[in-house]
């Protein structure tokens, strides 16, 4: 991580504002849990160019993983829009778009991924949240089902995962 960060830094010195360093030395601080850092680095990436997607894509992420709901929608969505060849955007998009209770919005973005995400246990589990706050209860089932299949694969059989009941008072 070190040379990795000593590499960005000289791209830096060298030609400051280049967004390629900039979004990297972020993602470097992000691993290191330095997120006001990479923050600041991203936002310097988007003052150049504001529809950036890996900039874009970087600090709706990481707004996501701090339940900074309104910004991470915003972010995802430019990424999103700008390039649509990464899944995992798509899929923090939508568990976006259902955090701020946009649930239909998550459902559509998710069933355009098509046959790509087929196998993604993430998507399958995002969809069955989907189909919950939807109150489409025997999707949301059948997406766990698809889920557990899936997850029961990735482990070879050596775990078994096991779908939690769930209580209405």
Do not use: C
Request: net charge negative; hydrophobic share 40%; aromatic share 6%.
């Amino acid at each position: 991580m070190a040379a990795a960060i000593d590499s960005y830094e000289k791209a830096l010195r060298e030609q400051p504002g280049l967004t390629a360093a900039l979004v990297g030395l972020a993602r470097a601080h992000i691993s290191q849990g330095k997120s006001n850092e990479a923050r600041t680095l991203l936002k310097m990436a988007l003052s150049g160019d504001a529809e950036e997607p890996a900039a874009n894509g970087e600090l709706g992420l990481l707004e996501a993983h701090e339940g900074n709901w309104q910004p991470a929608l915003e972010h995802l969505s430019r990424a999103w829009t700008q390039d649509r060849s990464n899944p995992t955007i798509a899929l923090e998009l939508a568990r976006t778009y259902r955090r701020v209770n946009r649930p239909r919005e998550a459902l559509q973005l998710l069933s355009s991924l098509g046959p790509a995400t087929r196998d993604s246990s993430e998507v399958h589990f995002e969809l069955a949240q989907i189909y919950t706050q939807l109150h489409r209860p025997v999707e949301a089932q059948a997406e766990r089902d698809v889920f557990s299949r899936l997850q029961a694969q990735a482990h070879n059989g050596f775990l078994r995962f096991e779908t939690p009941r769930t209580y209405v008072h």
